[in-house]
């Protein structure tokens, strides 16, 4: 069983910070890429930034230059600093972990999501 659980979620005025975690636990042998994910309100989910294993990254050009991915292998643990918030960042933030599994499978793992609200 893995389990994906992420944290950090808050309400924030325009140009504040906010720091999400996500960490993978269960039966892991290794975790492969993870990143962070979004839902607005009435819009489809997308990719903000992702980290494979290697620590190269990948970000939403609507967040390059604000928002920072970093990990911790030995954790499973996945962040993202998020600076001069903008109000068009409120979504739920949802980790995607890859995890090599008790079945020595790589399969994905989705978290419940985790609340960020910006306001003006």
């Known amino acids: 069983q893995v389990r994906v659980v992420e944290s950090g979620g808050d309400l924030v005025q325009a140009g504040g910070s906010l720091r999400l975690s996500c960490a993978a636990s269960g039966s892991i042998f290794s975790s492969g890429t993870m990143g962070w994910y979004r839902q607005a309100p009435g819009k489809q989910r997308e990719l903000v930034a992702d980290?494979?294993?290697?620590?190269?990254?990948n970000y939403s050009d609507s967040v390059k230059g604000r928002f920072t991915i970093s990990r911790d292998n030995a954790q499973n643990t996945v962040y993202l600093q998020m600076n001069s918030l903008k109000p068009e960042d409120t979504a739920v933030y949802s980790c995607k972990a890859e995890v090599l599994n008790f079945y020595y499978r790589w399969e994905d793992y989705w978290g419940q999501g985790t609340q960020v609200t910006v306001s003006s």
């Open positions: 980290n494979t294993r290697a620590a190269n990254t």
